[in-house]
């Protein structure tokens, strides 16, 4: 260990962190020593981000490590905090010791280090705290499989006795996870302490692979429904929590997971963690949802508070369109807390907007939310009689931002009908609310009228790109002017910048399109990949032709959103590459969802659709 009489001895200044120089460095550890807890606590914060920034070591780390293991012996406080981040500071996974990239780094360094003071820092294994016994283990974990044979053999006794005789049961268990990684295994599968046995368990599953044995599964469900409150203050990697592991591995087995979550759940699901394991199975692997929604139904009653309450809710409301039929119990539910007097109504009510059931419309006209409206315009296009009004009311009453994209998108579904909205669609245009959907929207209406081309005339002037091609294309809807429209599209092109925003505005022109030919060729070449994927639709959309699309859009079928959007694009063309195949096939018969799903996504569900496009595609002549 080295004191602080000792900081100026070290040419700090020639050294470097996250921010530059680490002239600073001294400072900070110097306060560490003041007898004043607000200030301790900011120097540690500023050392988390300087020395240590999120995940990232640097030169300067390895020379303070010897400072910080003094602090934590002879500084007044925050002992907990400090051995964590020297454990943080040495985390590294132990396979990049035999890299050739491991002499000489950082975290090395930073190691070599911390082997050497840790025989200074190992009192704090007998330390009266808890927090601070619990994070001398970690320290100690830090750096396992590194330490000397005589000091690792002396560290094993002090664990034993730590295993066998501490009164807290989070620091056997703690005790048990190092001494494993230090070769010395324990029985504590069986041990009395479920915080023992759960912990066990998760070191089982760490060393195995999917599907885990049934009896780590078993262990885990009993004894992991109620968590430890103090796990998440002490990360074994890192910032992983033993919480976050014990998820991540359970998500990579669903059946597993799945019957995690059904006992949490029954246990109470305390924290909402059993119906966050079934989210996460939903979001990773395909066709869970039945068995999900299930357990998310399940889990409602134990939700504490609304906020948890209207999460799930949520969660139910975009997992349940991906099921033809659906119980009367989740139902019934979705209709219960649809009528509440609290933040859970609109997730209640939009999820049974999307179960279909026939209630949900009612209580949509009486509670009218732009996201309400436009689901209901998707799921009941029957209802155009009774949603047209409303939705004219919203916009006329002034709806903006993301509100009034939704009140215009509600619109689509009712095809001709949408024209009852046309002074509401022009007003939008002229107040500049929602004003790119609206003018999609006019030119789809087809109702041309003095005012409304002259409004899409002046907003084909606009700066805003987006703008400037969607009423220049729904000007020429109505019109039929290619010209106008021509010379509006050749100034975006040429003054380049995010082409692919504006040029998927094109298809209504078709062939007339074509003096265009010349600023779009070039860009099938572009190093942007949505540009090269806009240029090639709007090439064949234009030429009728799939012979220069086709290549490009198949080298860029991805599961990513722009290879997506290149997959539909690709269909259109109705040309399918042979060499394409196993790339459909793999699309389409993975079990994991390939493409984002989650319910907080606002995406709808990319995955599914991913999968129902190549199966289409393969099952194609």
Known sequence: MRSPDELDNVQWHALTHAYGSAEDVPELIRALYQDDEE???????????????????YPASAPAVPFLAHAVRHAPGKRDELLMLLAVLADHDPADVESPHWPGSSVAAICDELCRVLPDLLPCLDDGERGVRRAALRV??????????ELGASVVVQLDRLYAADPVPAVRADAMVVLARLGRETAALDSPLPEVRLAAALLGMERSEPPYPADLVAVIAQDGAEPDPGDDDFPWSDTTTQEEQLTRLLTQDPDAGLTVAARWIAA??????????????????????PEVLELLLAALPHQKDARALASRLRSIGH???????????????????????????????????CSRDSRALELVLRHPTAQLLAAAARHFPEAVDQLIPVIRRELAAGATGNAGIALVGALAPFGAAARQAQPELADCLKTGRAAIVAARQLGLNGIQTPEVTDLLRNAAQSTDSSLSAAATVAHYQLTGDAGATLRAFERLLAAGGQTHWYLSSLQPL????????????????SGHQ????????????????????????AELVSPTPVGLRALKALAATGHVPEELRPTLRSFFFSPLRLLNDSPLSGQGHPDEELRTLARTLLTAD
Do not use: C, K
Not at 46 to 56: A, D, K, R, V
Not at 140 to 149: C, D, F, Q, T
Not at 321 to 347: F, N, Q, S, W
């Open 268 to 289: 109470g699901d305390l924290g909402s963690r059993g119906s966050w394991l079934a989210q996460n199975i939903a979001e990773t692997w395909r066709d869970q949802e």
């Open 39 to 57: 200030t301790a606590g900011e120097a540690i914060y500023e050392l988390y981000g300087n020395i240590y920034h999120q995940g990232t070591v």
């Open 319 to 353: 997992w349940i369109e991906h099921l033809p039929e659906l119980g009367a119990d989740l139902r019934d539910a979705l209709h219960r807390y649809a009528g509440a007097d609290d933040e859970t109504a609109g997730p209640a009510l939009l999820a049974l907007v």
């Open 140 to 149: 100690v974990a830090a750096v396992a499989e590194l330490l000397p044979a």
């Open 510 to 525: 078709g062939s007339a399109a074509a003096p265009l030919l010349a600023f779009i060729e070039p860009l099938l070449g």
């Open 530 to 553: 949505w540009t090269r994927m806009a240029a090639a639709e709007a090439h064949h959309w234009i030429t009728g032709s799939p012979d220069r699309a086709v290549p490009v859009l």
